[in-house]
């Protein structure tokens, strides 16, 4: 079991920045994380995933302006948010699943509370 915790949500001005953190309750050394978002209405799509040996991947809508990371000695993952737009206004979930990234929400085991972001025009 993996419990996962995000912060770091808020309201920002278009252009602003802004990092989620994502804690987790055990190591993570061998686990896939992804962050997902959702519009309430909407389905939740996924925004950037880092495996095991920190290969990245990202959406094409925030390709160039999100990064994400982590630091296994922490247990924490991080997702770096530049450039915000109004339309990255959603609830931001951490996610994760043994060892490969996925682009995949129904191939993640674990799921944090989600984090609400804000992005006004």
């Known amino acids: 079991q993996v419990q996962l915790v995000e912060s770091g949500g808020g309201l920002v001005q278009a252009g602003g920045s802004l990092r989620l953190s994502c804690a987790a309750s055990?190591?993570?050394?061998?686990?896939?994380m992804g962050w997902f978002r959702q519009v309430m209405g909407k389905e939740r799509e996924f925004v950037a995933a880092?495996?095991?040996?920190?290969?990245?991947y990202y959406s094409d809508f925030v390709k160039g302006r999100f990064a994400i990371s982590r630091d296994n000695a922490k247990n924490m993952v991080y997702l770096q948010m530049n450039s915000l737009k109004p339309e990255d206004t959603a609830v931001y979930f951490c996610?994760?699943?043994?060892?490969?990234?996925?682009?995949?929400?129904?191939?993640?085991?674990?799921w944090g509370q989600g984090t609400q972001v804000t992005v006004s025009s």
């Open positions: 996610a994760a699943r043994l060892v490969k990234a996925s682009t995949r929400e129904n191939e993640y085991n674990y």
């Open positions: 055990r190591a993570l050394s061998t686990y896939a």
């Open positions: 880092i495996n095991w040996r920190s290969d990245t």
